[in-house]
């Protein structure tokens, strides 16, 4: 068998000068003349012009031997490799926000309307097809009575749930308000009433929940608050912090006021080939029997936003040590939105299993019954690194040097999933002598606190964390310091 071509260890390529020495080899037998006397001769640089396009050759059939596999592929090449394992590249997505946008019961915020946040470069949102302010599904609300006197009770039916309030005999429209804030009882609002404009205010306490409400005649609404998912005019993960959305760059009669709540769901740039391989590994066991490999798969196959999923199983008869019930599973997601995340997990567990988690999403089954769907999310646990660094006598310390281990501290945590501990030594310091020329000893520190405050000491060498935990560092968090 050759040594070159296909071989059991993979392609074998000749290489341009093993060819020029076999033409060579050949034409010497044949002409009887050694035509290597003379490197200066036509005959050599014919040979040699030859000899160039027949390595080109080997090396583009080598080319095609690795673009077949997803490790080694490139490009369209590994587009092309990763679809036999029934994964595609991530497309490019912008991030998504809900917005409260309070105004007139029953504005429709037409599809295109703009927008933006209050910070400098401006961030602008976009909405995709028309919404509509509505009771029929509040966060916020003002109420006001509608009639010119109170003839009958005022009632007001939030999410099914009634509450009456019979005014007496000439009460001001301010004290029957009152008389409704007091009735309303339901621990989900807070009701109050702004006495000098007679309105009665009432939000919910879940500042991105969507509630049902129901009015007398005697009533009517002054301003109401609708959640409304905008996404970012360009892709990518962009954040922003909470109440930042204010302006509305088109403006829509009836709109008032804009702002974002609760949390975002994150977008992406197209993925990186190096992003795609590691997805790719992820995602192919959309197709394992095992139902906990197969719920991770189906979650970060199909919902945005996702930057983690650790799924556990109790299969005992009994409730576990860490409070699961007995055949049930456990999925601790970060990211991601709460109503697909749920989807997801019902359509792939098994029949028969319970789910078990803190957060409760209701799905409708294909009867029309409604399914309980829980799963958790972690609990951030704050990582401060002290990098200390000794610097070699022999070679020169690039100038951004905190800036590049910086980056490997960070890169490296984002692929520390939930329930992963810290372990620098073996996952760290490799990188940072790989890509930080001119260091001797990497010394890595660590510490964890609960709030934002520095910490004053560095005790740890790892940080161990529990299943339902995932541990999280920032640049703040990193401290880069020369020792010695």
């Known amino acids: ?48 012009n030859i000899a160039d396009r027949i390595a080109e050759l080997w090396e583009y059939g080598a080319d095609i031997y690795y673009s077949q596999y997803p490790s080694t592929a490139e490009g369209i090449n590994l587009d092309n490799a990763a679809q036999y394992g029934g994964s595609t590249r991530e497309a490019p997505a912008p991030s998504y926000y809900r917005i409260l946008c309070t105004g007139l019961d029953g504005t429709v915020i037409p599809a295109g309307t703009l927008i933006a946040s ?20 509040f966060n916020t609300a003002t109420l006001k009575v509608a009639a010119s ?33 007091e009735a309303i009882t339901d621990e989900d609002f807070v009701v109050s009433v702004d006495e000098e404009a007679e309105l009665l205010c009432i939000q919910a306490k879940d500042e991105t929940s969507s509630n049902t409400m129901v009015l007398s005649e005697n009533l009517t609404t002054d301003t109401v608050g609708s959640i409304i998912t905008f996404a970012t005019a360009e892709n990518g993960d962009i954040l922003l912090p909470n109440g930042i959305v204010t302006k509305i760059v088109k403006s829509v009669a009836g709109l008032q006021a804009v702002t974002n709540v609760g949390t975002y769901i994150a977008g992406r740039l197209s993925e990186t080939d190096a992003d795609f391989r590691q997805s790719y590994a992820d995602k192919i ?115 951004n040097y905190a800036s590049l281990i910086k980056e490997v501290i960070l890169e490296s945590m984002e692929e520390i999933d939930t329930g ?62 020369i020792d010695g």
């Open 1 to 48: 068998m050759s040594e070159y071509g296909l071989t059991p260890r993979g392609p074998n390529i000749k290489r341009l000068d093993v060819i020029l020495d076999e033409m060579h080899d050949s034409l010497t037998d044949k002409l009887g003349v050694n035509t290597r006397q003379n490197p200066q001769s036509l005959l050599n640089h014919i040979l040699t």
């Open 118 to 137: 209050d910070t400098n470069p401006v961030t602008q949102l976009t909405l995709s097809s028309a919404q509509t302010i509505t009771r029929a599904s």
């Open 149 to 181: 006197a109170i003839l009958s009770p005022l009632t007001a039916i939030l999410n099914g749930t009634p509450y009456h309030s019979t005014p007496k005999d000439k009460d001001s429209f301010l004290e029957a308000l009152r008389g409704l804030q």
């Open 285 to 399: 066991f959309s197709r394992s029997t095992r139902m906990l490999e197969s719920i991770r798969s189906a979650i970060l196959s199909n919902v945005q936003g996702v930057t983690s999923v650790a799924p556990y199983e109790n299969d005992s008869n009994v409730i576990d040590e860490m409070g699961r019930w007995p055949h049930s599973v456990e999925v601790v997601v970060d990211g991601g939105d709460s109503t697909e995340i749920a989807r997801q997990i019902l359509n792939t567990k098994a029949g028969g299993i319970n789910t078990f988690g803190t957060v409760e999403v209701v799905i409708p089954g294909i009867y029309g019954e409604d399914i309980t769907v829980r799963f958790n999310r972690p609990t951030y646990v704050k990582v401060w690194f002290r990098i200390g660094v000794t610097i070699s006598r022999k070679a020169v310390l690039p100038i």
């Open 420 to 481: 992963q501990d810290v372990m620098p030594q073996r996952h760290m310091a490799s990188q940072i002598y790989s890509r930080v020329p001119g260091l001797d000893y990497v010394d890595i520190a660590l510490a964890v606190t609960d709030g934002d405050d520095p910490p004053g000491n560095y005790p740890l060498r790892n940080v161990h964390v529990i299943a339902r935990e995932r541990a999280v560092a920032s640049e703040g968090r990193i401290e880069v310091v």
